[in-house]
């Protein structure tokens, strides 16, 4: 039974940091070929944030999001990361850790597997 589990959202003010955590159960992890994070605000579509591959090399970031978020993996720990600087409002989503055995890809309908998500809230 593959399971991911995020933490570490929370309510922070515009030019505030968090770090969001993706910690992987299963068989799963260590074959796993992409970790990667989307997002979702109210109204709109699931968005790619970032991605990284098993061997912890960075595949993507959307354009909004670079130079102020890192995605990075510990697979002693089998856990992925997203640390976030410079929070705007914009920000303000669920954010999702997801799995593939697949290439990394922006595409949400890629990924088979899917954290309960954690809540960003970025106010002005």
């Known amino acids: 039974q593959v399971k991911l589990v995020e933490s570490g959202g929370g309510s922070v003010q515009a030019g505030g940091s968090l770090k969001l955590s993706c910690a992987a159960s299963?068989?799963?992890?260590?074959?796993?070929?992409?970790m990667a994070w989307f997002r979702q605000a109210p109204g709109k579509e699931r968005e790619g944030v970032a991605g990284?591959?098993?061997?912890?090399?960075?595949?993507y970031y959307t354009d909004s999001v670079k130079g102020r978020f890192t995605i990075s993996r510990d697979n002693a720990r089998n856990t992925i990361y997203l640390q976030i600087n410079s929070l705007k409002p914009e920000d303000t989503a669920m954010y999702y850790c997801?799995?593939?055995?697949?290439?990394?890809?922006?595409?949400?309908?890629?990924?088979?597997?899917w954290g309960q998500g954690t809540q960003v809230t970025v106010s002005s």
């Open positions: 997801a799995a593939t055995l697949g290439l990394c890809s922006s595409d949400y309908t890629s990924y088979g597997y």
């Open positions: 299963g068989y799963f992890y260590s074959s796993s070929n992409c």
């Open positions: 990284i591959h098993a061997g912890g090399s960075t595949t």
